[in-house]
């Protein structure tokens, strides 16, 4: 990841325009439902966030290159767009709705969110909305549809048998088909 960040001026008028993410900065897209509490949350520590009012969603700007690196809950309703993605970004005029606007308006020199208080926040909000992220199966035993996974570990139960349960940070747990021995690092 590049430790600059490419010049960029957003579109001026009345019209938006179609920009490409991974140049000037990513993006973060997560529901409205779950991300006006995160703004909320990060204050002034908050960039940019275009809010998409017939969808729903809230974008956030973040620094180029930090979507290749983002680990987000899979499953989850937050999207990252690096490279490769494109965003649809209102004229600096559009304050307010209906539509596409900026639900926190572009300072000069501050656009983009840190990912990392962005990243913290989102993850709590899902944790409120959805519950806590849970460890599951290994993947040969998802491929053997012996476990669900989300790709973060194994806790050696099945999903029914771990409905209400957490894995603690750290907690080894083997798989019973003990394929290997899973350290979770952030549960």
């Known amino acids: 990841m ?13 019209v938006g325009e179609l920009v490409a993410a991974g140049r000037s900065w990513d993006a973060v897209r997560a529901p409205c439902s779950i991300g006006a509490t995160v703004v909320d949350q990060l204050g002034e520590n908050c960039g940019a966030v275009i809010q998409d009012g017939y969808a729903q969603k809230l974008y956030w700007l973040i620094k180029p290159g930090t979507a290749d690196t983002w680990q987000h809950r899979p499953g989850s309703c937050v ?33 983009l969110t840190d990912a990392d208080q962005l990243k913290a926040a989102l993850e709590e909000q899902l944790d409120a909305a959805l519950g806590p992220r849970t460890l599951l199966a290994c993947e040969p035993c998802m491929q053997a549809r012996v476990f ?28 019973p088909c003990d394929h290997q021995l899973i350290r979770s690092s952030d549960a």
């Open 148 to 175: 669900r996974t989300d790709h973060d570990g194994c806790t050696g139960v099945s999903s029914t048998e771990l409905q209400g349960r957490r894995m603690r940070p750290g907690e080894p747990r083997p798989c």
């Open 79 to 111: 999207t990252v767009l690096g490279s490769a993605s494109y965003v649809f970004v209102p004229s600096v005029e559009r304050t307010e709705g209906p539509g596409l606007w900026w639900k926190v308006p572009l300072e000069p020199l501050r656009y």
């Open 2 to 14: 590049s430790d600059c960040v490419a010049p960029w001026k957003p579109p001026q008028g009345t």
